[in-house]
């Protein structure tokens, strides 16, 4: 048995997947679109069953509790996240065909240079010096621009009010901070998932199912106290070895190393305790799901490709083939850049009290906005500057009141005021405080589900002399388990088809087909990866028994009918082995 090899071609794992119904691109009829994919009717069921064991992580294991939010955003929401104005590609265009390339990637193509968050005018520089063309006709290339990659939509008839398909889900969490935070009783840490498509206008669409305009993540925040980035499991995954990729080390040229995380957060390779830990579980859950460790390595951003709301960001990365390492989960500090955004932008206070175990003495200044002076000047106005005033901390407020001559400006829906120092009380008191308001922290791991999903499909595949096949592990497989009758006989079907309505009743997904060999069934059933087979032939109608059979070795045992649907779930679940089956005689027994 042999499974995907490195360099391998995936042709094989792409043809069979279109013919048996996992993906298909999308509008073929209409000739087909870049950068949409269609999951058939197997695809559906094995990317909802990775979606479940994601959950089973990060919504069982680690307590997180999901929400759901709108795909479609106002402008408002994600010009306070820098959406608008940072989510950018470099775009060139060809000045004689006028094709349009990603400029990044057109020059990584044609030189193996890695020029990612290089600025439009270096890109343009490099073109022009190294003097690439245009790969379709040769012609000369123009400067390179920025394009922003949302799809932009008009919201309500009127056309005013403009929108955005989310390009990605966290900031749906974000703007529901406060109702979370009480949700959560006012409690750091606690940590909230998203499941839902995010989508992108990407340039130039390629790579299949790697790049596209539609996608599904799978997306946790976790809000932190700011100077607390420690976690209460770290312990038991300290000595865990992953291989790592940092900045250091991909700037010097050197190879990945494989490193516990104890070492990498004490070397301050990885930023916090908090980052190793979400490192390794997205390890365990990427080798849950059949891809082989040393095809996974965690890759650092460069400080010219951090993102610019993180701080620290690492990339797990799936080696896959001809396409190389590529990235299908991003494990991102984002400090409280995303937070203080919507706060500054919305006026809301999305601040949380934390409680120091002592109460401290301290210094406090309060600032009293004067409504009797602001209330008269601004009108209709004054209500939105009073709860602007209310929501700047003092101190800052104090500053800028002494380094102005005695006034600040603030900005509110764009407009801008001038407020004075009679307007505002300032005092200052020593007094005990029981704890103090915090903008969060946010560790953010972001799961690619359509790129793990192909890894999956990639990692899983088994090529031997005999039969081409995937080798699921048996709680993702999309059909668990498949009934034949051995021969089209009457008797033998009626059996088999009541077995399959007890499997059923019990929620699970059951494969029949009673046409052709019993020999090529079974590679029907191999190849789209059922890990089980129940077989019902003349022996089932003498002593009430039937064989399953092992898909990844082929080995079959006899068990009594009346165990059959305890003995598949267990088998699923992988409470009991296959070959343990061997063992186990009295499930040859009929209660």
């Keep these: 048995m042999v499974k995907f090899k490195l360099g391998d071609n995936m042709d094989k794992v792409m043809e069979i997947a279109k013919r048996r119904g996992f993906l298909w691109p999308s509008f073929e009829i209409y000739e087909g679109l870049s950068g949409f994919y269609d999951y058939g009717p197997l695809g559906v069921l094995l990317k909802r069953k990775i979606i479940e064991k994601w959950r089973e992580y990060y919504t069982i294991k680690e307590g997180f509790y999901e929400v759901e939010t709108p795909n479609v955003m106002p402008k408002e929401v994600l010009k306070a996240s820098g959406h608008v104005d940072h989510f950018n590609d470099p775009m060139t265009k060809c000045k004689d065909c006028s094709e349009i390339y990603r400029a990044d990637h057109l020059i990584k193509d044609e030189t193996g240079e890695d020029v990612e968050g ?91 199912v790697i790049r596209l305009r539609e996608f599904t993540q799978a997306e946790a925040e976790i809000f932190v106290e700011p100077d607390n980035k420690t976690h209460p499991k770290f312990h038991k995954v300290a000595d865990e070895k992953l291989k790592l990729f940092s900045a250091e080390k991909q700037l010097n040229g050197e190879k990945p190393e494989k490193i516990s995380l104890k070492e990498a957060v004490d070397e301050n390779i990885i930023s916090s305790e908090l980052l190793a830990y979400h490192l390794y579980l997205t390890k365990e859950f990427l080798t849950d799901l059949g891809i082989p460790e040393e095809m996974i390595r965690f890759r650092q951003h460069l400080p010219s490709e951090m993102a610019h709301y993180a701080a620290d960001c690492w990339d797990a990365e799936v080696y896959m083939g001809e396409f190389g390492w590529i990235e299908v989960v991003g494990i991102a500090d984002r400090t409280n850049y995303d937070l203080k955004s919507h706060m500054e932008s919305s006026g809301e206070d999305l601040r949380i009290f934390v409680e120091y175990e002592k109460p401290k003495l301290v210094k406090k200044v309060e600032i009293h906005p004067r409504m009797d002076k602001i209330g ?216």
């Design 118 to 208: 290089l600025s439009n005018e270096k890109l343009t520089e490099i073109i022009s010096k190294k003097k690439i063309r245009c790969p379709k006709c040769g012609g000369h290339l123009s400067h390179v621009w920025s394009y922003n990659l949302m799809f932009q939509t008009l919201i309500g008839p009127t056309g005013k009010k403009v929108g955005y398909l989310r390009p990605e889900t966290a900031q749906g969490i974000f703007v529901l901070f406060k109702r979370l935070m009480r949700f959560y009783r006012n409690k750091l840490p606690f940590g909230v998932v998203q499941i839902g498509k995010s989508f992108r206008n990407e340039i130039s669409p390629r790579q299949g």
């Design 376 to 591: 008269p000047r601004f009108k209709e106005k004054a209500k939105k500057i009073l709860k602007k005033l209310k929501n700047m901390e003092p101190e800052k407020i104090k500053k800028e009141l002494s380094k102005n001559e005695g006034k600040i400006k603030i900005k509110i829906d764009n407009e801008e005021f001038e407020i004075y120092e009679d307007e505002i009380e300032i005092k200052e008191k020593r007094k005990y405080i029981k704890g103090k308001k915090v903008l969060p922290h946010v560790i953010e791991p972001s799961f690619g589900i359509d790129r793990i999903f192909y890894a999956t499909m990639i990692h899983n595949f088994v090529e031997d002399d005999e039969r081409t096949y995937f080798d699921f592990p048996t709680d993702i497989a999309p059909i668990p388990v498949a009934v034949f009758p051995l021969l089209n006989k009457k008797e033998l079907i009626n059996l088999a088809i009541k077995i399959k309505k007890d499997l059923q009743k019990e929620g699970l997904i059951v494969n029949y087909d009673e046409s052709g060999t019993i020999g090529r069934r079974y590679a029907r059933a191999d190849e789209i990866g059922i890990p089980f087979a129940i077989t019902v032939d003349h022996q089932s109608i003498e002593d009430g028994t039937v064989t399953i059979r092992n898909r990844s070795d082929k080995k079959q045992v006899r068990i009594a009918i009346n165990k059959i649907p305890d003995t598949i779930k267990k088998l699923i679940k992988g409470d009991i082995k296959f070959h343990e089956l061997f063992y186990h005689e009295e499930l040859l027994v009929r209660d």
